[in-house]
């Protein structure tokens, strides 16, 4: 069983940028995959990034990519999604993720609303 707290949006300008961050709870931390999923109103949930467990893989959905960069520090338990360059486009409640490696179950954060101005 896996808790995850996200943090960190909030209303920024376009052009700026945000840090988000979600802490997790729950043994075997790097048995996780990692990843951000992001929905905006009206719209279907959207994968935006991933990280392995060991960190050593990421993957980036076309649209955020050379803007966003995900990361993950294994000591505190802890995935971080660092987003550059913001478009009003980014706007969303973004959610973080964890599968399990193990039985490839997944468990979900409440999200974050990130809201982009122009």
């Known amino acids: 069983q896996v808790q995850l707290v996200e943090s960190g949006g909030g209303l920024v300008q376009a052009g700026d940028s945000l840090r988000l961050s979600c802490a997790t709870s729950?043994?075997?931390?790097?048995?996780?995959?990692m990843g951000w999923f992001r929905q905006a109103p009206g719209n279907s949930r959207e994968f935006v990034a991933a990280i392995s467990g060991n960190g050593g893989s990421t993957y980036y959905a076309d649209s955020v990519k050379g803007r966003f960069t995900i990361s993950r520090d294994n000591a505190k338990s802890t995935v971080y999604l660092q987003m550059n360059s913001l478009k009003p486009e980014d706007t969303a409640v973004y959610y973080c993720?964890?599968?399990?490696?193990?039985?490839?179950?997944?468990?979900w954060g409440q999200g974050t609303q990130v809201t982009v101005s122009s």
């Open positions: 729950g043994r075997s931390f790097s048995n996780y995959a």
């Open positions: 993720n964890a599968h399990s490696l193990r039985v490839g179950s997944d468990y």
